[in-house]
C-alpha cells in the first residue's frame, strides 16, 4: 500500500524519545527508549489557559486544537497569530477579537475553580446542535486495511510504547497520524491541523488507541467527523452521545475483527466471512 | 492464595456498568457490558473545585484523594464532614479551617484560568520536600505473584473493559484494588481510604494500570509509597522525577518479566532465572 500521509510519527526526531537505563526482571542492565513528556502553558492573547504535559512537536496545532475543542475559538473569531517559545515552554494564540472572549473565560473560571468544569456545559450546548453527514460510509475492507497501516506505520509507539496514537483517513488512506502522551493532545493536534488547512472533517474516518469515552465522541463530533474508531473499548456515556447524535462507533478494532455500539447503519460489510486477502 | 483484600471490584453492582447492544464484524447482534462514566461535581466547603467523570464507586474517598493529591487539604486541617448527594451528582467536603484556603484558590484559579496548571506548581514545591522509606524492598516473587493475583481477581475490566485500575498492596498482599475510567480517580480513591484509615504508604506496593507519567510518580510520591508497578510504560520526566526523589519504579510488569528504570536498589531478586513454580 502506497503511503498517503501527510503528517506521520518521526520516531527518529530525538527530541520526542529519551535513552535511560535500568534493569530487567534477571538484573541485566538494559537501555531503552521512552517518550519525553514536558509542560507546555498555553495563553489565548493576553491570559493563560492551561499548562498541558506533551512530547513537544507540533505546539502550535495543539494550541489551536485545544482552544476549538474547548470552544474557546469560534467560527466567527481570526488568529491573528501564533507565537511559540520552546526555551519558556509556552505557545500565545492572538485572535482578532479580545474582549468579549475573556471577561467569558473570567467569569467561569471565578465561579468554578477549574476551567475544565465549566467549559464542559458550553462544549455540550454545542455539541446538541450538531448533524454529522449521513452520505459517509464506512467499508469493513477500509477498516481492515487502516488498522493494519496504522499498525505497521513506524511510531514513537513501535520505538519507546507509553505514548497514545490519534490518525484522521479517508476511505482506507490514513492522512494524519499523530501521537502524544495524553490521547486527548493527539486528537487536538489533528483538529488544529484541519483547521489550519481548512480540512473538512465530513469525509473522514477517525481512528484513536484510546477508549471511546464521552470527551473522544465529544472531540470527534466537534471536528465534524462521522466515524470513530478504536483499538480499545467503550464506556456507557461515550455509546449514549454517540447514538444521540448519530455517530458511527466501532470498537475494539483489530485485525478484522470489531464491535460497533452505534450508528451501524454507516457500515458496509464487503469481505467475505473467512476472507483474510485484503488484510 | 487467600484473598486478603480489604477493598475489591464488585462486577455485580449493576450501578457500574450497562448492557448495549450493537453488531459485531460479522454484521451480527451482539449484546456487551460497558464501564459507566457520570459526572461528579466536588465542592470544598462552600467552593466549587472540579468536575470529574468517574464510575462513581466511592465517590467520598474519590473526592478526599483528590483535595489530598491536588495539595488542597494539609495536615494540620481537619475535614469534619463529607456529604454526597447522588441526585444532584455532587459531593461537598467541610474542613475545619476554611477562609485561608479559599483565599488561596480564588487568587490562583484567578491567575491561571484552571487549577490544574496552577497547583502543578504547589505540587511540585512538596514533592522536593518529600523523603521516601528506605527500609521497604520488594522480591521479584512478590512481584510476580501480585501481578498474577491483580489480573486473576473479577473486575469491571475482566467484564466490562475500558476501565483503569489501581493497587494498593503490601508485600505479596494486594489489600486495596479500586478501579475507575479514569486512571487518576482510582489513585485518588485509594488516597482517600488511606487517609481516612490512616493507612500509612511506606511499607507499601502501589500497582498501576496505567503508563508511569510525571502525574503517576508525583501521586504515589505524594502517598508515601516507596514502590510503583505498573504492567504499562515509562515518560522520560516519570523517571527522571523517580530517580530524584529514589521512588522505585517498575514498568511493563507481565507474568515475571519486567523492567526497572528507577530506585534498583529496593529490588530483591529471589526468582531463578527459570523457575515459574511461584507463579
Redesign the interface.
Known sequence: MSNNYLISPNPDDARL??R????????HS?K?S??????L?LFLNG?????M?TIGDYPEYLAVGYLLNQNMLHDDDSITAIDYDADIECVVVRTAMKTTFEEK??KK?????????TV?GDVMEKFEDIVLSGDHIIR?SWLASLVKEINTTPSLYLK???IHGCVLAREDCPLLYMED?GRHNAVDKIAGYMYHHEMKGSDKIFYTTG?????MVIKTVQMGVPILVSR????????ELARQVGLTLI??ARG???????G?HR?I?D?A?EDDSTV
Open positions: 524519545t529519551k535511560v537505563e535500568g534493569i530487567d526482571h534477571e538484573g538494559i531503552m521512552v517518550p519525553v513528556e514536558r509542560p502553558t491570559q493563560e489557559i492551561v499548562t504535559m473565560v473570567k473560571t471565578l465561579t468554578s475553580g477549574c476551567a475544565q468544569g464542559f469493513t519507546a510504547g507509553a502522551v477508549r471511546l469515552t464521552s470527551e480499545s473499548g467503550f464506556t456507557a456515556w461515550g455509546v470498537g475494539r478484522r475483527r470489531f464491535i460497533a455500539l452505534a451501524q457500515i460489510s469481505l466471512a
